[in-house]
Protein backbone atom coordinates (compact mmCIF):
# COMPACT_ATOMS: atom_id res chain seq x y z
CA UNK A 1 0.00 0.00 0.00
CA UNK A 2 1.39 3.24 -0.47
CA UNK A 3 0.77 5.89 1.87
CA UNK A 4 2.94 7.92 3.94
CA UNK A 5 4.18 5.75 6.74
CA UNK A 6 2.96 7.03 9.95
CA UNK A 7 3.23 5.98 13.88
CA UNK A 8 0.24 5.09 15.86
CA UNK A 9 0.20 5.50 19.95
CA UNK A 10 -2.62 3.63 21.65
CA UNK A 11 -2.88 4.11 25.49
CA UNK A 12 -4.74 1.48 26.72
CA UNK A 13 -3.97 -1.20 23.45
CA UNK A 14 -5.27 -4.01 25.53
CA UNK A 15 -9.07 -2.65 25.42
CA UNK A 16 -12.00 -3.72 23.86
CA UNK A 17 -11.61 -1.12 21.12
CA UNK A 18 -7.76 -1.08 21.25
CA UNK A 19 -7.07 -4.76 20.67
CA UNK A 20 -8.94 -4.92 17.59
CA UNK A 21 -7.87 -1.59 16.03
CA UNK A 22 -3.94 -2.82 16.62
CA UNK A 23 -4.55 -6.05 14.83
CA UNK A 24 -6.98 -3.49 12.01
CA UNK A 25 -4.08 -1.04 11.26
CA UNK A 26 -1.62 -3.40 11.11
CA UNK A 27 -3.76 -5.43 8.42
CA UNK A 28 -4.92 -2.27 6.80
CA UNK A 29 -2.54 0.03 6.52
CA UNK A 30 1.57 0.07 6.74
CA UNK A 31 1.56 2.14 10.11
CA UNK A 32 3.49 1.73 13.14
CA UNK A 33 1.73 0.89 16.09
CA UNK A 34 2.80 1.56 19.53
CA UNK A 35 0.66 0.37 22.53
CA UNK A 36 0.98 1.04 26.36
CA UNK A 37 -0.82 -0.84 28.61
CA UNK A 38 -0.83 -2.33 31.78
CA UNK A 39 -2.14 -6.16 30.38
CA UNK A 40 -1.55 -7.87 27.08
CA UNK A 41 -4.23 -10.94 27.15
CA UNK A 42 -6.48 -9.53 24.59
CA UNK A 43 -3.62 -9.06 22.03
CA UNK A 44 -2.04 -12.74 21.98
CA UNK A 45 -2.89 -12.15 17.85
CA UNK A 46 -0.40 -9.19 17.13
CA UNK A 47 2.06 -9.52 19.67
CA UNK A 48 5.78 -9.98 18.15
CA UNK A 49 4.34 -8.86 14.85
CA UNK A 50 6.38 -6.07 12.72
CA UNK A 51 5.62 -3.07 12.99
CA UNK A 52 3.71 -3.33 17.08
CA UNK A 53 5.69 -2.34 19.73
CA UNK A 54 3.68 -3.09 23.20
CA UNK A 55 4.46 -1.59 25.87
CA UNK A 56 3.47 -2.97 29.39
CA UNK A 57 2.98 -0.34 31.71
CA UNK A 58 1.01 1.46 34.20
CA UNK A 59 -0.05 4.64 31.93
CA UNK A 60 -0.73 6.26 35.26
CA UNK A 61 2.41 5.44 37.00
CA UNK A 62 5.00 6.25 34.28
CA UNK A 63 3.77 9.69 32.73
CA UNK A 64 7.64 10.21 31.87
CA UNK A 65 6.87 7.03 29.30
CA UNK A 66 3.56 8.12 27.78
CA UNK A 67 5.41 11.77 27.06
CA UNK A 68 7.85 10.50 25.58
CA UNK A 69 5.80 8.26 23.10
CA UNK A 70 3.68 11.07 22.50
CA UNK A 71 6.98 13.33 21.07
CA UNK A 72 7.59 9.88 19.05
CA UNK A 73 5.02 9.54 17.22
CA UNK A 74 2.19 11.25 14.62
CA UNK A 75 -1.13 10.52 16.27
CA UNK A 76 -2.42 9.05 20.14
CA UNK A 77 -5.23 7.66 20.56
CA UNK A 78 -6.09 7.84 24.50
CA UNK A 79 -8.31 5.09 24.96
CA UNK A 80 -8.08 4.58 28.92
CA UNK A 81 -11.28 4.98 30.29
CA UNK A 82 -13.47 3.04 32.30
CA UNK A 83 -16.90 2.28 30.23
CA UNK A 84 -18.98 0.12 31.94
CA UNK A 85 -22.61 1.21 33.81
CA UNK A 86 -22.48 -0.39 36.44
CA UNK A 87 -18.90 1.44 37.98
CA UNK A 88 -20.44 5.08 36.83
CA UNK A 89 -22.30 4.20 39.85
CA UNK A 90 -20.59 2.19 41.86
CA UNK A 91 -17.24 4.41 41.56
CA UNK A 92 -17.81 7.06 40.08
CA UNK A 93 -14.47 8.93 41.73
CA UNK A 94 -12.40 6.72 40.18
CA UNK A 95 -13.98 7.65 37.30
CA UNK A 96 -13.37 10.63 37.48
CA UNK A 97 -9.83 10.19 38.05
CA UNK A 98 -9.10 7.87 35.30
CA UNK A 99 -11.52 8.68 32.78
CA UNK A 100 -11.36 12.93 33.57
CA UNK A 101 -7.84 13.47 34.75
CA UNK A 102 -5.37 11.37 33.02
CA UNK A 103 -6.78 12.08 29.60
CA UNK A 104 -6.49 15.67 30.16
CA UNK A 105 -2.82 15.39 30.53
CA UNK A 106 -2.53 13.23 27.56
CA UNK A 107 -4.44 16.04 25.95
CA UNK A 108 -2.12 18.65 26.88
CA UNK A 109 0.55 16.46 25.53
CA UNK A 110 -0.71 16.22 22.23
CA UNK A 111 -1.18 20.01 21.85
CA UNK A 112 2.30 20.83 23.98
CA UNK A 113 4.16 18.31 20.64
CA UNK A 114 1.75 19.34 17.99
CA UNK A 115 0.47 15.92 18.00
CA UNK A 116 -3.15 14.64 16.38
CA UNK A 117 -5.55 13.32 18.94
CA UNK A 118 -8.43 10.79 18.04
CA UNK A 119 -10.38 10.94 20.97
CA UNK A 120 -13.12 8.43 21.95
CA UNK A 121 -16.17 10.26 22.98
CA UNK A 122 -19.11 7.94 23.33
CA UNK A 123 -22.88 7.68 22.77
CA UNK A 124 -23.16 8.25 26.33
CA UNK A 125 -23.12 12.03 25.90
CA UNK A 126 -26.15 12.19 24.19
CA UNK A 127 -27.96 10.98 27.38
CA UNK A 128 -31.84 10.73 27.01
CA UNK A 129 -31.75 13.21 24.33
CA UNK A 130 -35.19 12.79 22.80
CA UNK A 131 -34.26 13.01 19.18
CA UNK A 132 -35.01 10.70 16.81
CA UNK A 133 -31.38 10.09 15.55
CA UNK A 134 -28.70 11.53 17.27
CA UNK A 135 -26.87 14.44 15.46
CA UNK A 136 -23.31 15.10 16.17
CA UNK A 137 -23.88 19.37 15.69
CA UNK A 138 -26.96 19.53 16.40
CA UNK A 139 -28.85 17.29 18.90
CA UNK A 140 -28.84 18.32 22.47
CA UNK A 141 -26.85 16.50 25.18
CA UNK A 142 -29.57 15.65 28.18
CA UNK A 143 -28.26 14.71 31.74
CA UNK A 144 -30.29 13.46 34.60
CA UNK A 145 -29.87 15.80 38.06
CA UNK A 146 -25.97 14.86 40.47
CA UNK A 147 -28.06 12.23 42.09
CA UNK A 148 -28.12 10.16 39.15
CA UNK A 149 -24.65 9.06 39.01
CA UNK A 150 -24.63 7.38 35.94
CA UNK A 151 -24.13 10.43 33.95
CA UNK A 152 -20.84 11.19 35.46
CA UNK A 153 -19.36 9.44 32.87
CA UNK A 154 -21.42 11.22 29.71
CA UNK A 155 -20.09 14.77 31.59
CA UNK A 156 -16.68 14.09 31.95
CA UNK A 157 -16.88 12.81 28.23
CA UNK A 158 -18.64 15.77 27.01
CA UNK A 159 -16.42 18.18 29.03
CA UNK A 160 -13.39 16.39 27.17
CA UNK A 161 -15.04 16.92 23.84
CA UNK A 162 -15.27 20.71 24.93
CA UNK A 163 -11.92 21.03 25.99
CA UNK A 164 -10.50 19.14 22.84
CA UNK A 165 -12.84 21.51 20.57
CA UNK A 166 -11.98 24.80 22.43
CA UNK A 167 -8.17 23.93 22.01
CA UNK A 168 -8.75 22.89 18.24
CA UNK A 169 -10.60 25.98 17.27
CA UNK A 170 -8.89 28.27 19.78
CA UNK A 171 -4.90 26.67 20.38
CA UNK A 172 -4.55 24.81 17.16
CA UNK A 173 -4.55 21.04 18.45
CA UNK A 174 -5.46 18.39 15.53
CA UNK A 175 -8.80 16.35 16.78
CA UNK A 176 -11.11 14.34 15.73
CA UNK A 177 -14.06 12.99 18.30
CA UNK A 178 -15.65 9.64 17.74
CA UNK A 179 -18.38 8.31 19.35
CA UNK A 180 -19.16 4.45 19.74
CA UNK A 181 -22.63 3.18 19.96
CA UNK A 182 -22.59 -0.36 22.13
CA UNK A 183 -19.89 -1.46 20.23
CA UNK A 184 -20.12 -5.95 20.59
CA UNK A 185 -17.55 -7.97 19.60
CA UNK A 186 -15.69 -11.36 21.30
CA UNK A 187 -12.92 -9.14 23.42
CA UNK A 188 -15.91 -6.72 25.18
CA UNK A 189 -15.87 -8.13 28.52
CA UNK A 190 -14.55 -11.19 30.26
CA UNK A 191 -17.18 -13.68 30.23
CA UNK A 192 -15.62 -15.77 33.00
CA UNK A 193 -16.23 -12.71 35.43
CA UNK A 194 -18.44 -13.88 38.12
CA UNK A 195 -20.09 -10.57 39.46
CA UNK A 196 -23.37 -9.43 38.24
CA UNK A 197 -23.16 -5.89 36.63
CA UNK A 198 -19.57 -5.87 36.07
CA UNK A 199 -20.33 -6.15 32.37
CA UNK A 200 -21.60 -4.82 29.41
CA UNK A 201 -25.24 -6.41 28.85
CA UNK A 202 -24.20 -9.12 25.87
CA UNK A 203 -21.38 -10.23 28.05
CA UNK A 204 -23.57 -10.74 31.53
CA UNK A 205 -26.19 -12.48 29.15
CA UNK A 206 -24.13 -14.67 27.96
CA UNK A 207 -22.03 -15.08 31.36
CA UNK A 208 -25.30 -15.75 32.94
CA UNK A 209 -26.56 -18.55 30.26
CA UNK A 210 -23.65 -20.21 30.43
CA UNK A 211 -23.38 -20.45 34.37
CA UNK A 212 -27.07 -21.29 34.79
CA UNK A 213 -27.86 -18.12 36.82
CA UNK A 214 -31.29 -16.37 35.31
CA UNK A 215 -30.99 -13.11 32.81
CA UNK A 216 -31.93 -10.16 34.35
CA UNK A 217 -34.14 -7.25 32.51
CA UNK A 218 -33.31 -3.92 33.97
CA UNK A 219 -36.35 -2.42 34.11
CA UNK A 220 -38.36 -5.03 31.69
CA UNK A 221 -35.66 -4.32 29.22
CA UNK A 222 -37.67 -2.38 26.46
CA UNK A 223 -35.10 0.00 26.39
CA UNK A 224 -33.10 -0.28 23.23
CA UNK A 225 -29.95 0.44 21.94
CA UNK A 226 -27.93 0.38 18.28
CA UNK A 227 -25.47 -2.88 18.92
CA UNK A 228 -22.99 -2.21 16.30
CA UNK A 229 -19.79 -5.16 15.41
CA UNK A 230 -16.48 -4.19 16.57
CA UNK A 231 -14.87 -4.96 13.33
CA UNK A 232 -16.86 -2.12 11.65
CA UNK A 233 -16.20 0.01 14.07
CA UNK A 234 -12.69 -0.14 13.80
CA UNK A 235 -12.97 0.17 10.31
CA UNK A 236 -14.32 3.48 10.94
CA UNK A 237 -11.70 4.17 13.10
CA UNK A 238 -9.10 3.56 10.75
CA UNK A 239 -10.51 5.84 8.02
CA UNK A 240 -10.22 8.66 10.49
CA UNK A 241 -6.91 7.59 11.18
CA UNK A 242 -5.80 7.94 7.75
CA UNK A 243 -7.48 11.26 7.27
CA UNK A 244 -7.40 11.23 3.83
CA UNK A 245 -6.63 14.91 2.61
CA UNK A 246 -7.68 16.09 6.35
CA UNK A 247 -11.30 14.93 6.15
CA UNK A 248 -11.38 14.37 9.72
CA UNK A 249 -9.84 16.99 10.97
CA UNK A 250 -11.47 19.18 13.73
CA UNK A 251 -14.82 16.73 13.34
CA UNK A 252 -17.15 14.47 15.30
CA UNK A 253 -18.14 11.24 14.15
CA UNK A 254 -21.03 9.28 15.50
CA UNK A 255 -19.98 5.48 14.60
CA UNK A 256 -22.77 2.72 15.08
CA UNK A 257 -25.44 0.94 13.20
CA UNK A 258 -28.73 2.57 13.14
CA UNK A 259 -30.20 -0.31 11.14
CA UNK A 260 -29.63 -2.90 13.86
CA UNK A 261 -31.55 -1.59 17.16
CA UNK A 262 -32.97 -3.72 19.67
CA UNK A 263 -34.10 -3.86 22.62
CA UNK A 264 -32.40 -5.67 25.72
CA UNK A 265 -35.12 -8.42 25.93
CA UNK A 266 -35.12 -9.17 22.30
CA UNK A 267 -31.30 -9.36 22.88
CA UNK A 268 -31.92 -11.85 25.40
CA UNK A 269 -33.93 -13.67 23.11
CA UNK A 270 -32.04 -13.85 19.66
CA UNK A 271 -28.79 -14.82 22.67
CA UNK A 272 -30.61 -17.85 23.56
CA UNK A 273 -31.81 -18.97 20.40
CA UNK A 274 -28.25 -18.12 18.94
CA UNK A 275 -26.63 -20.56 21.95
CA UNK A 276 -28.71 -23.37 20.85
CA UNK A 277 -26.76 -23.69 17.71
CA UNK A 278 -23.85 -24.88 19.40
CA UNK A 279 -24.31 -28.97 20.72
CA UNK A 280 -22.95 -28.48 23.88
CA UNK A 281 -24.49 -25.54 25.07
CA UNK A 282 -27.91 -26.03 23.53
CA UNK A 283 -29.25 -27.45 26.68
CA UNK A 284 -28.07 -24.30 28.89
CA UNK A 285 -29.81 -22.09 26.73
CA UNK A 286 -32.89 -24.09 26.95
CA UNK A 287 -32.67 -23.99 30.42
CA UNK A 288 -32.34 -20.12 30.50
CA UNK A 289 -34.63 -17.82 32.65
CA UNK A 290 -35.63 -14.28 31.92
CA UNK A 291 -36.15 -12.33 34.82
CA UNK A 292 -37.51 -8.68 35.26
CA UNK A 293 -35.50 -6.59 38.08
CA UNK A 294 -35.66 -2.82 39.02
CA UNK A 295 -32.77 -0.39 37.75
CA UNK A 296 -32.76 0.49 41.66
CA UNK A 297 -32.36 -2.69 42.57
CA UNK A 298 -29.95 -4.27 39.94
CA UNK A 299 -27.58 -0.96 39.61
CA UNK A 300 -28.48 1.30 43.47
CA UNK A 301 -30.32 4.76 43.22
CA UNK A 302 -27.66 6.95 41.05
CA UNK A 303 -28.54 4.75 37.85
CA UNK A 304 -30.88 6.11 35.38
CA UNK A 305 -31.05 4.89 31.62
CA UNK A 306 -31.31 5.98 28.09
CA UNK A 307 -34.56 4.37 26.63
CA UNK A 308 -33.36 5.12 22.83
CA UNK A 309 -29.93 5.94 21.36
CA UNK A 310 -29.88 5.74 17.83
CA UNK A 311 -27.07 7.17 15.80
CA UNK A 312 -27.48 9.23 12.92
CA UNK A 313 -24.01 8.36 10.89
CA UNK A 314 -24.20 11.09 8.14
CA UNK A 315 -21.08 12.30 9.13
CA UNK A 316 -18.96 8.83 8.53
CA UNK A 317 -20.90 8.17 5.39
CA UNK A 318 -20.18 11.21 3.63
CA UNK A 319 -16.91 11.96 4.71
CA UNK A 320 -15.29 8.80 5.45
CA UNK A 321 -17.17 6.64 2.71
CA UNK A 322 -18.15 3.85 6.03
CA UNK A 323 -20.97 2.28 6.66
CA UNK A 324 -21.52 -1.01 8.99
CA UNK A 325 -21.91 -4.17 7.13
CA UNK A 326 -22.54 -6.69 9.73
CA UNK A 327 -25.72 -7.20 11.15
CA UNK A 328 -26.72 -8.18 14.34
CA UNK A 329 -26.78 -11.74 14.22
CA UNK A 330 -24.04 -12.02 12.55
CA UNK A 331 -22.50 -10.48 15.55
CA UNK A 332 -23.45 -12.46 17.49
CA UNK A 333 -22.72 -15.59 16.28
CA UNK A 334 -19.08 -14.45 15.78
CA UNK A 335 -19.04 -13.48 19.25
CA UNK A 336 -20.42 -17.22 20.48
CA UNK A 337 -17.80 -18.55 17.85
CA UNK A 338 -15.13 -17.35 20.20
CA UNK A 339 -16.30 -17.47 23.48
CA UNK A 340 -17.81 -21.66 22.92
CA UNK A 341 -15.81 -22.80 20.07
CA UNK A 342 -12.39 -20.61 20.44
CA UNK A 343 -12.76 -19.66 16.90
CA UNK A 344 -10.62 -15.98 16.46
CA UNK A 345 -12.11 -13.96 13.01
CA UNK A 346 -9.30 -11.97 13.92
CA UNK A 347 -6.33 -14.46 13.93
CA UNK A 348 -4.24 -13.73 10.67
CA UNK A 349 -3.30 -10.53 9.30
N1 LIG B 1 -28.88 -4.37 31.24
C1 LIG B 1 -29.77 -5.34 31.62
N2 LIG B 1 -29.31 -6.44 32.31
C2 LIG B 1 -27.98 -6.62 32.60
C3 LIG B 1 -27.05 -5.62 32.18
C4 LIG B 1 -27.55 -4.51 31.50
O1 LIG B 1 -30.98 -5.24 31.37
O2 LIG B 1 -27.63 -7.65 33.20
C5 LIG B 1 -29.37 -3.19 30.47
C6 LIG B 1 -28.95 -1.83 31.00
O3 LIG B 1 -29.86 -1.38 32.00
C7 LIG B 1 -29.00 -0.96 29.76
C8 LIG B 1 -28.65 -1.93 28.63
O4 LIG B 1 -28.82 -3.24 29.18
O5 LIG B 1 -30.30 -0.46 29.52
C9 LIG B 1 -27.24 -1.78 28.10
O6 LIG B 1 -26.34 -1.86 29.15
P1 LIG B 1 -24.76 -1.82 28.95
O7 LIG B 1 -24.13 -2.11 30.27
O8 LIG B 1 -24.35 -2.71 27.83
O9 LIG B 1 -24.36 -0.33 28.55
P2 LIG B 1 -25.09 1.02 28.07
O10 LIG B 1 -25.65 0.78 26.70
O11 LIG B 1 -26.21 1.36 29.05
O12 LIG B 1 -24.00 2.01 28.09
Not at 228 to 240: A, E, K, M, P, S
Request: charged residues 25%; hydrophobic residues 40%; glycine residues 8%.
Amino acid sequence: MSMEKKKVLILGANGFIGSSLVWKILKQTNYDVVGFDISDGKLSNVLGRDRFTFCKTDVLKNKSDVEQAVKDCDIVLPLIAVATPALYVKDPVKVYNLDFESNVEVIKMCLKYGKRVVFPSTSEVYGMCPDEAFDEYESPLVLGPIPKERWIYSCIKQMLDRLIWAYGKHEGLSFTLFRPFNFIGPRLDDIKAKAEGSSRVITQFAHNILNGKPIKLVNGGLQKRCFTFIDDGVDCLVRIILNKDGCADGKIFNIGNPDEEHSVKELAEVLIREFQNYPEYAQLAKDAVIETVSGDDYYGQGYQDAQRRVPSIEQAKSILGWAPTTDFKTSIKLILDYHLLGKDYEAGL
